[in-house]
């Protein structure tokens, strides 16, 4: 548990930031609140010759709630999301969400930024990113551009982030109906057995819209289109539920690991989804 | 003189047994000013750390240290060939086996030791692991026990005759080149007997599964050998730091006078720090080789890879009952994977630990026990995790096997051990398979669990939640967990317990101060039980000081009289036994100068709280504090001047505490998870020193029986590979999982130890596992299930309830 050498950088703009990742190409990596990327170093399954660490870099922090949409810098840590009384009112799916990852201390430190850009597939904002249909921005050495989570994520650790780029920003179209985010895990600061992230319209008794995430059931998050649209035109009757749990079932990939076989990953994971509409119903 | 204040506020003031004294460490412990070994940093200090065989099973045909040498701060890299002239290449285990120090030829566990890199600092140590470069040849890899005594693989060559033939081992026979040991307790024929003729015979086969005791603390120590003195100072994490000692000048051959082991402040230690490591010794000839003191910690993979496990036993019983429940006898077979080498930490003539308490709290007339030792390509351990000797093992078997036969019998388990209770009357009780148990009232804490918890009225609930099931009503399942153990603990008697032959005694020498404090030295050491609070509490109540002017100090081997250490629950039945008698030799000379200093004979004065008072003349007396003085400057004939005393104590047999417990848990059957509605633990460990310290400990050793029941394991693959070697995987709950515990008591005193007690910090976990287990197998019982193996996490109950047909 002790990393190999590196160069710390402390840059104090994203142009500093830039500069670095252009000099060292993918021998550096930026950090935010390390909790992702520290124990890979420690572990020595991750190479880091160049730590650019991101904490005296303006313009990384804030939430600003819009008409529209919401953005948040990548620096703005899970505590911040949790204690932001207005983002609890605009997007309360993030606060539950948030809640539900790791613990306080890790939560004081870990930021949004960092659980979205690392692509660790047992993260819990990928995929409720996918759910919101966020957007990130990706600065690079040719400016700026939005990448859709949607779009984002290709592998585990592997995302749409060119080494040369940094991930400053989520934008977060304003959510609208009910919300939920649900997630089994084996103990305080585990990645999920499974979770699902629901964020579902009611217009007048039949749904609407319905956007459906989970997490930790494949090498990517996983946004189940099908999934929501199985919902979409249904009061969420029984038979709704059972449709959109099958749509989900297809769009998973499990694998076997300590949290258990991947027929019980899949049992879970209908479970924790049909749990997930059925709040968020209770609240669209 | 008058006096001033009332006897009952005297008592108060002295903080002596029974009361729930705060405990005088937690000053430092909550401030951050703890003295771990991880703490001390010595001028010069170098770091040492290993290189650990990737391979669970492989010949070692070269090891190339050229690049280490070169990384910038790496001084040395020691392998087995640098320790093979020392002889200190392969060491005594506390089992009668050896293991290697590093690796030999050959690693047979993942994780293995295989080189010492030797730095100036941890950073430079592990960048001098990653460049040495060892060249492995894969062997087959066994995992299995039962594979392993099958085998024609060869774990172990050193234990075999040129000829091919097996030579006997530590504790006899072998059956195979892979086989340790068979041992077993109790009548073999009239057992098997009783269970042919029996009316009734439950059987089940269990595995309680590998596990880990994980301290918080890790293991480490710093060693600095002073080569213009020759003396060796070893500071580790040392359970038992008296027994390091010895074992350190015989292997070493450095005389014992000659090596002082500190043993300072420890984080938890439940069995995990009771073993030598590879560490210790090359720590050790790593300070000899540079002159310098050298510090190795573990890291937490290292600590759950490759120091000592616990448990890993399968476990097949019988036992036999009239159609009343009347149980007649009882077999059980062990077959214990003790991994790569036989290190388990148990008292040498007993290789299976007291497993033969595994009659439990029972009348059971015949019983039967063998278990057969097996090496495995794993790590070596089979240590007490927060138990006696192999006791959780014993209890977890006979408390399963209890539920089985109450399934058999279609019968209450509650009152299917109530009935086969060992009477009140009935002790000492000699068992089946040879202990005596000092004392005991099963009946009185039954009936005071069961009524507490109001066990009909939950019964009739559980009716209802199978019936609400059946219907479609919930997916929910409800459990009632019972367990009612009894304890063997407090090793022991030197006539039949030693480790490495040294009999396991312990010891406390007193020196009372000329004002009346005082400090005493044990031969064990605290690692979070507060010691320092509790001894001091005995001898308040013996000596009449008050406990806040008595300081207790252990583990620094230069100062404290000789002992076998703390593991077992062996300290309140064996050095708190040798306080209080070192406590009544004080008292014994303080009553003679009393009775000099009151001008009466020593017979005409008498011990009250914190004073001699001549008897029938209460006003006429000489406190404690007074008599102290006295001691140090009066000239009293035929006496020594001075106050002081030391005691060694044999405990003439062990001590058994019990309890009962009850759990009740609701399980969602679709996801496995368990929710632990309530949670009633009653202890009966005999006459109580501090309350607050024995609820304390009961928290913890039951959220350590939590973690056990519900998920916390050592599991390998086919390959050997650890899969559970970090935190992430292996389960060490939080206050988050942790139910509410409710306390309760009774106080069966033990007859032979001088102040009734008979240790408390295991009994939680050894009483704890059956009843989460039990809870979790007792709401399936409803819906067919008889035995399912523990770890109870939440793919492996969906698991239960898939098999059972529960998910439609």
């Known amino acids: 548990m002790i990393p190999a050498a590196f160069d710390y950088h402390r840059p104090k703009d994203i142009a500093g930031v830039l500069a670095l990742l252009a000099e060292h190409g993918d021998t550096a990596r930026v950090m935010a609140g390390g909790h992702s990327l520290i124990p890979m170093m420690k572990l020595r399954m991750t190479d880091v010759q160049h730590l650019i660490d991101l904490q005296d870099v303006g313009g990384l922090s804030g939430i600003e709630i819009g008409s529209t949409s919401i953005r948040i810098g990548a620096l703005v840590t899970q505590a911040e999301l949790i204690d932001h009384a207005r983002l609890a009112i605009a997007a309360p799916i993030l606060r539950e969400a948030a809640l539900q990852i790791a613990d306080p201390q890790v939560r004081y430190m870990g930021t949004i930024g960092g659980n979205v850009a690392n692509g660790d597939p047992g993260n819990d904002m990928p995929g409720l990113m996918q759910c919101l249909n966020a957007s990130f921005t990706l600065a690079g050495p040719d400016g700026e551009r939005q990448v859709a989570a949607r779009e984002f994520y290709e592998a585990a650790y592997v995302t749409a982030r060119s080494d040369d780029e940094v991930l400053t920003a989520v934008t977060i179209p304003m959510p609208a109906g009910g919300h939920a985010y649900e997630k089994q895990k084996r103990k305080i600061g585990d990645y999920a057995t499974a979770a699902a992230a629901v964020q579902i319209v009611n217009s007048g008794g039949t749904c609407s819209s319905a956007a459906i995430a989970m997490t930790n059931l494949s090498d990517t998050p996983v946004f189940s289109e099908a999934a929501g649209a199985a919902l979409v035109g249904s009061s969420v009757d029984n038979a709704a539920l059972n449709a959109a749990v099958a749509a989900m079932l297809e769009d998973i990939d499990p694998t076997e690991d300590n949290r258990g076989p991947v027929a019980f990953k899949k049992h879970a994971a209908g479970v924790i989804l049909r749990r997930a509409i059925e709040r968020a119903w209770s609240r669209a | ?808």
């Not at chain 2, 030999?104 to 941890?122: H, I």
């Not at chain 2, 669990?449 to 066990?455: E, I, Q």
């Not at chain 2, 929710?675 to 607050?692: K, V």
């Not at chain 2, 029941?709 to 995987?729: C, F, H, P, R, S």
């Open chain 2, 1 to 808: 003189m008058k006096d001033e204040i009332s006897r009952d506020d005297r008592v108060a003031n002295l903080k002596g047994m029974g009361c729930s004294r705060k405990r005088v460490e937690d000053a430092r412990f909550t401030q951050g000013k703890g003295n771990y070994v991880d703490d001390i940093k010595l001028d010069g200090m170098l770091f040492g750390d290993f290189v650990r065989s990737p391979y669970a099973h492989a010949r070692v045909t070269n090891i190339d240290t050229s690049a280490a040498l070169k990384v910038p701060g790496v001084l040395a890299v020691l392998t087995a060939a640098d320790l093979a002239p020392l002889g200190l290449h392969w060491m005594p285990t506390l089992a009668g086996d050896k293991q290697m120090v590093l690796a030999d030829g050959k690693v047979l566990f993942q994780g293995q030791e295989v080189a010492f890199v030797v730095a100036v600092d941890r950073y430079a140590a592990a960048d001098g692991i990653d460049a040495v470069v060892v060249d492995y040849e894969e062997l087959p890899v066994i995992v299995d026990p039962f594979e392993s005594q099958q085998s024609d693989v060869v774990l172990r060559e050193d234990l075999v005759a040129l000829d091919g033939s097996i030579p006997p081992g530590a504790h006899g026979p072998r059956k195979h080149h892979n086989h340790i040991f068979t041992w077993s307790a109790g009548d073999k024929d009239p057992t098997l007997e009783v269970i042919a003729n029996a009316e009734v015979v439950a059987e089940a086969s269990m595995y309680y599964h590998r596990t880990h005791p994980c301290p918080l603390e890790t293991c480490g120590c710093v060693a600095s050998m002073d080569k213009v003195n020759g003396k060796l100072t070893l500071w580790g994490t040392f359970q038992a730091p008296h027994a390091i000692r010895t074992v350190v000048s015989l292997i070493s051959g450095i005389e014992e006078h000659n090596i002082r082991v500190i043993s300072p402040d420890i984080g938890g230690g439940f069995g995990n720090k009771v073993g030598a490591y590879s560490g210790y010794v090359c720590s050790v000839v790593a300070s000899i080789v540079t002159g310098k003191p050298v510090k190795w910690i573990e890291d937490r993979m290292d600590n759950l890879m490759t120091t000592a496990f616990a448990r890993d036993y399968h476990m097949t019983g019988k036992i036999a009952a009239t159609p009343e429940g009347r149980i007649t006898g009882l077999w059980c077979h062990v077959t214990a994977d003790h991994g790569a080498f036989d290190a388990c930490a148990d008292p040498s003539k007993f290789p299976a630990g007291f497993m033969n308490i595994c009659t439990g709290s029972y009348d059971i007339p015949t019983a039967f026990l063998e278990v057969d030792g097996v090496y495995t390509n794993k790590a070596p351990g089979g240590v007490s995790y927060r138990c006696s000797f192999r006791v959780t093992e014993a209890v977890y078997f006979i408390e399963r096997m209890i539920e089985v036969l109450a399934i058999k019998l279609n019968m209450d388990a509650a009152e299917l051990r109530r009935i086969n209770f060992i009477r009140k009357e009935q002790f000492p009780y000699k068992a089946a398979l040879g202990w005596e148990y000092d004392s005991g009232d099963y009946h009185t804490a039954w009936d005071k669990a069961l009524a507490t918890v109001d066990y009909a009225g939950l019964r009739a609930e559980q009716a209802q939640r199978v019936a609400d099931f059946k219907a479609g009503k919930t997916r929910k399942i409800m459990g009632i967990g019972l367990s009612f153990f009894t304890e063997i603990v407090g090793a022991g008697p030197v006539k039949n317990c030693d480790i490495l032959g040294l009999g396991m005694f312990d010891s406390c020498e007193i020196r009372i101060h000329p004002t009346g404090s005082a400090i005493a030295r044990l031969g064990t050491i605290s690692q979070g039980q507060g010691h320092a609070t509790t001894f001091a509490q005995i001898l308040a109540s013996e000596i009449g000081l008050p406990a806040d002017s008595i300081t207790i100090e252990e583990g620094d081997t230069d100062t404290a009289p000789y002992g076998l250490g703390t593991y077992g629950s062996r300290s309140t039945p064996v050095a708190g036994a040798a306080t209080a008698m070192a406590g009544r030799k004080i008292r014994a000379k303080a009553q003679m100068i009393a009775a000099w200093l009151l001008e009466v004979h020593d017979n005409d004065v008498e011990f009250d709280v914190d004073r001699f008072v001549v008897k029938g003349s209460p006003e006429r007396f000489k406190t404690m504090k007074e008599i102290a003085f006295a001691a140090y400057n009066q000239a009293i004939p035929g006496l020594e001047p001075g106050l002081e005393a030391v005691s060694y104590y044999d405990p003439p047999n062990m001590t058994y505490p019990f309890g009962a417990y009850v759990c009740v848990m609701d399980i969602d059957v679709d996801t496995g998870v368990t929710e632990i509605r309530r949670f009633y633990a009653l202890d009966d460990c005999g006459t109580r020193i501090n309350p607050m310290i024995i609820e304390g400990q009961v928290h913890g050793g039951l959220t350590e029986a939590l973690a056990v029941a519900l998920g916390q394991e050592i599991a390998y693959d086919k390959m050997g590979n650890v899969k559970t070697g970090t935190l992430m995987d292996f389960f060490l709950p939080t206050a988050w999982e942790v139910p509410n515990y409710e306390t309760d008591f009774t106080v069966t005193p033990s007859p032979h130890h001088p102040i009734g007690a008979k240790g408390v910090g295991e009994s939680p976990h050894v009483g704890g596992v059956p009843c989460f287990s039990n809870a979790v197998q007792d709401a399936f019982r409803p819906f067919g299930n008889i035995h399912t193996n523990m770890p109870h996490d939440h793919w492996r109950i969906w698991q239960m309830a898939n098999k059972l047909g529960l998910h439609g």
